[in-house]
């Protein structure tokens, strides 16, 4: 049966996280769903649905700054929040591209994604 809430993706490698992430972002009250990699975000029917997408950055296989530049070149222009355990300093959000609403590191606050996934639901 078909939701009114906005479908947040989630595509993290490692499951707590995945989970975690997934739990809080219903307790929120939207819709979640979660990949355990990007090839498996880019395999599935969610995509045209997906109102925004978090992902970490560093996964074996496709980075989530590679699926993210993917997802671009299939012309789909999908709010993104990247997370990761691994900041890089020399890494802005707003260099990245005008559909990155975020940029977190491991562990963030719920108010912190909340925040970005607001803003990316807001454009």
């Known amino acids: 049966m078909p939701t009114n809430k906005p479908l947040i993706a989630i595509v993290d490698d490692d499951e707590s996280m995945r989970e ?32 925004c997408l978090v992902t970490d950055i560093n996964m074996p296989g496709m980075s989530g ?23 890089n300093e020399n890494l802005h959000a707003r260099e990245l591209g005008p559909d990155i609403v975020g940029y977190l590191t491991k562990p963030f606050g719920e108010q912190d994604l909340l925040n970005c996934i607001r803003s990316g639901l807001a454009r």
């Open 65 to 87: 700054l590679d699926l993210h530049r993917r997802l671009i070149s299939l012309g789909e222009n999908i709010p993104t929040v990247l997370i990761t355990a691994f900041p």
């Open 20 to 51: 975690a992430t997934k739990g809080l972002i219903r307790s929120l009250g939207f819709d979640a769903e979660v990949f355990s990699s990007a090839e498996d975000f880019l395999r599935s029917p969610h995509i045209s649905c997906t109102a």
